[in-house]
C-alpha cells in the first residue's frame, strides 16, 4: 500500500516545521516549538500455576504524556494568562485557582510543505503543569529568550476529519 494514497507521487513524509496549535477556537501566536504527543502503556504480566515458563501480557493503564509548547518571550499574555488560572499568586485566599475553567481542549495541527493542512490531532482537558516565563539571561549569550508551559492532558486523538490534501503541482516552463 502506498503511504500517501492522494498523492502517490510523494515519497517523503511531512517535514516538522510547520505546525500550529489552537486553543480557545484561536490560533496562539509564536510556537515554535511542541514536544512529541506520546502515550504509554503499561504491560501487566501473569500466568497461570499450569503454564509454561513464559508469561502472557496484557495491557494495564495508559498515560499520556505531558506536551510542552515553547515560544519567543513577547508581550503576548497567553501562557501566563493560562496557568495563573492552575495558580495565581496574591490573587487572594480562595482565589488562587480558576477551578471552572483552568482546563481546555487544544488542537495541533501539521502542514505540509505547501501549507495545507495534513494532519490534526485534538488534546482533552489540558492543563498548565509547568510554567518558565523567562529563560536564563546571560550578558555573553547570543539567543533568543523563550517562554514554555507544560501542559498535562487527559488523552488525544487524530482528527479523521481532516484527510490527505491535495498537493498542487506546478507547471514548468517551456
Not at 504491560?43 to 505531558?66: I, L, M, N
Not at 546571560?138 to 514554555?148: E, F, P, Y
Request: proline residues 4%; aromatic residues 12%.
Amino acid at each position: 500500500m502506498a503511504e500517501f494514497s492522494v498523492n502517490a507521487n510523494r515519497f517523503d513524509p511531512y517535514k516538522n516545521f510547520k505546525f500550529r496549535v489552537k486553543w480557545d477556537g484561536r490560533y496562539v501566536a509564536g510556537i515554535s516549538k511542541v514536544s512529541a504527543l506520546k502515550r504509554t502503556t503499561e504491560v501487566v504480566k501473569h500466568r497461570e500455576g499450569g503454564d509454561p515458563s513464559a508469561t502472557r501480557k496484557s495491557p494495564g493503564k495508559t498515560d499520556f504524556e505531558a506536551i510542552t509548547f515553547e515560544r519567543g518571550v513577547t508581550h503576548d499574555k497567553e501562557f501566563e494568562q493560562w496557568a495563573n488560572k492552575v495558580w495565581n499568586y496574591g490573587a487572594g485566599l480562595g482565589a488562587e485557582s480558576s477551578l471552572a475553567d483552568f482546563r481546555k481542549d487544544l488542537i495541533v495541527e501539521l502542514y505540509n510543505e505547501a501549507g495545507q493542512l495534513a494532519q490534526a490531532y485534538k488534546v482533552y482537558r489540558c492543563w498548565v503543569s509547568d510554567f518558565q516565563a523567562m529563560p536564563e539571561l546571560d550578558a555573553n549569550g547570543n539567543a533568543i529568550a523563550i517562554q514554555m508551559i507544560k501542559v498535562e492532558n487527559e488523552g488525544w486523538q487524530r482528527d479523521i476529519e481532516v484527510g490527505e490534501p491535495t498537493e498542487p503541482s506546478f507547471l514548468q516552463p517551456a
